[in-house]
């Protein structure tokens, strides 16, 4: 079965000033203030993913000391710190690999740790491994625009359209990442200081034709991005979508 990988070392500074006191998947959501990360970890227990990597930098005592070895939310745990001296959700994942919690026999799932899905990662996975992919991408149809878009001829206003949906397919954070490519990922880094994993490793592969697979799906999803979305986040919704894995 694939490991689990999420991504909680950032700061956060889009979430000023809680994240002063917080690290940003540790906020609480829900009716039951459960920290955010709670829910993903739970998600990928419910999904069948036992075997769990964190990748710690910012105040990773807080999320260690909550989660522990993982037993109370059964799966098993393993924590990794990033390098201090690299940036980006790349090298993250790179460290992991050269610290040998990844290897190149398994696959990864990869989760950013400020999305909020139910997304079925089973199914997923199944998807994956039927599409002989090496790497699945989780795409969303229709990008939910926060703002009103305006629609402009001559220098007139010929249309405004509030908050509309714009019909694309959107990348949600949730990759699956066969744990050769992790190879390419460490070539990939030997000539940068900075690498993302979406930004640098994902276009990468492309332009490599590698066998980059979609997978569509209609699911419930929120990106937690800023305190601006985390006020916004409406408790209802989360409880209708995911209360059922804290109480499974």
Known sequence: MVTGVILCGGEGS?????THYLQKTMI????????LLEY?????????IKQVAMLVCYKAEQIMNYFGDGSSFDVEITYIRDRPDKTGNGWALLNAYEQCALTRKEPVLVYYGDILSDIDLARMYRSHIRDEAEATLALASGYHVPVGVAEVEDGRVRKLTEKPTIPMLI??????????LLEDLRNLGRSAD???????FIPYLIRERRQIQAYLHNSFWYDVASTERYEKLDKKTLEEHLDRLLFK
């Open 14 to 18: 889009r979430f000023r000033p809680l």
């Open 171 to 180: 990348s949600i954070g949730v990759t699956i990442v066969e744990g050769e």
């Open 194 to 200: 900075k690498l993302d994993i979406m930004g640098d």
């Open 28 to 35: 609480p959501v829900g009716r039951m203030e459960k920290p």
């Open 40 to 48: 993903i970890v739970r998600l990928m227990a419910y999904h069948g």
